[in-house]
Nanobody, 123 residues
Framework: QVQLVESGGGLVQTGGSLRVSCTASGRTFSGYAMGWFRQAPGLEREFVAAITWSSGRTYYSDSVKGRFFISRDNVKNMVYLQMNSVKPEDTAVYYC????????????????WGQGTQVTVSS
């Protein structure tokens, strides 16, 4: 059973940086994709970024491309989201997710989720 635990959220000023982490356990993740999603109050959960576990190929939403960077540590079973040049509209609960390849940006097609970590960007 896949378990995902996020950490590292908090308060950051506009233009600042923050890194959130996801600890993955419960299986080997070869053949899997790991993703980050976010959900702001009153809005649907949306795709932010994804990475393939074995090859490290990355995918980003247009809203974060060039500012956010996803990475993974295959030894520690960790996935990271480095957020740079953050904006108030990046404020949301950030969720880690996992699914078998291929990568999809469709939220409903990701079966495994963490509990989320709050990121708040102050203006």
């Amino acid at each position: 059973q896949v378990q995902l635990v996020e950490s590292g959220g908090g308060l950051v000023q506009t233009g600042g940086s923050l890194r959130v982490s996801c600890t993955a356990s419960g299986r080997t993740f070869s053949g899997y994709a790991m993703g980050w999603f976010r959900q702001a109050p009153g809005l649907e959960r949306e795709f932010v970024a994804a990475i393939t576990w074995s090859s490290g190929r990355t995918y980003y939403s247009d809203s974060v491309k060039g500012r956010f960077f996803i990475s993974r540590d295959n030894v520690k079973n960790m996935v990271y989201l480095q957020m740079n040049s953050v904006k108030p509209e990046d404020t949301a609960v950030y969720y880690c997710a996992a699914r078998r390849l291929p990568v999809t940006t469709t939220t409903a097609l990701w079966p495994d989720w963490g509990q989320g970590t709050q990121v708040t960007v102050s203006s």
